[in-house]
């Protein structure tokens, strides 16, 4: 069983389209978090939720929104697409230590 | 702002050598340290954890910490061609107290095991 699961892997759209990427989790974990790791792998939080309770927002842009109907789901919303939004998008969880990703959404805008 | 700092590399040694990887990290209220492994066109996944100062050893893989140098480092004893990868070290941040709340992690190091 796959314990961080990422849907869909591969995602190419045309710049102002909107999208969403969905991402579940079977570990039990209590935190989910959703990073961005650009052309030049840097990878960057962008969200996380806590049980359902959204803790951290970074920097994003307003078009970027995150839901999390349950603490084993956290899906991300992107609106009005842009170039600069193509990246590897991974979702990860964590109950205490290090984090447990998922296979990632490579996102390419068009 | 934050920051976990590593050489970008690449570090190429031959195999059966000792690779090191090397960080530092601004935050000196991080308690928790991190060491991922990422393959070209796969997720991170997690190959140490350390909590407290010094050696920690799991294998052929050596974390040790330093706090009072905010620096953390990796040893990979008898290299391999398979542990060519990208290594990100990564540094927790406390959100509301929570140590779990937010990792930053570093640009990462490219490791190539020369045969």
């Known amino acids: 069983d796959t314990a961080v699961s990422q849907t869909p892997k591969y995602l190419v759209t045309q710049m102002g389209n909107d999208k969403s990427i969905k991402c579940e989790q079977n570990?039990?974990?209590?935190?989910m978090y959703w990073y961005k790791q650009d052309s030049k792998k840097f990878l960057k939080i962008m969200f996380s939720?806590?049980?359902?309770?959204?803790?951290i927002n970074e920097t994003v842009p307003n078009r970027f929104s995150p839901k999390s109907p349950d603490k084993a789901h956290l899906n991300l919303h992107i609106n009005s697409l842009e170039l600069g939004d193509s990246a590897v998008y991974f979702c990860?969880?964590?109950?205490?230590?290090?984090?447990?990703f998922g296979s990632g959404t490579r996102l390419t805008v068009v | 702002q934050k920051e976990v700092e590593q050489n970008s590399g690449p570090l190429s040694v031959p195999e059966g050598a000792i690779a090191s990887l090397n960080c530092t990290y601004s935050?000196?209220?991080?308690?928790?340290f991190f060491w991922y492994r990422q393959y070209s066109g796969k997720s991170p996944e997690l190959i140490m954890s350390?909590?407290?100062?010094g050696d920690k050893e799991d294998g052929r893989f050596t974390a040790q910490l330093n706090k009072a140098s905010q620096y953390v480092s990796l040893l990979i004893r008898d290299s391999q061609p398979s542990d060519s990868a990208t290594y990100l070290c990564?540094?927790?941040?406390?959100?509301?107290?929570?140590?779990?709340?937010?990792?930053?992690f570093g640009k990462g190091t490219r490791l190539h095991i020369l045969p």
């Open positions: 570990l039990g974990h209590d935190t």
């Open positions: 939720y806590n049980n359902k309770e959204l803790i």
């Open positions: 935050d000196r209220g991080s308690q928790s």
């Open positions: 350390i909590y407290s100062n």
């Open positions: 990564a540094v927790n941040s406390m959100v509301r107290g929570n140590r779990d709340d937010k990792i930053i």
């Open positions: 990860a969880s964590s109950q205490q230590g290090g984090y447990t």
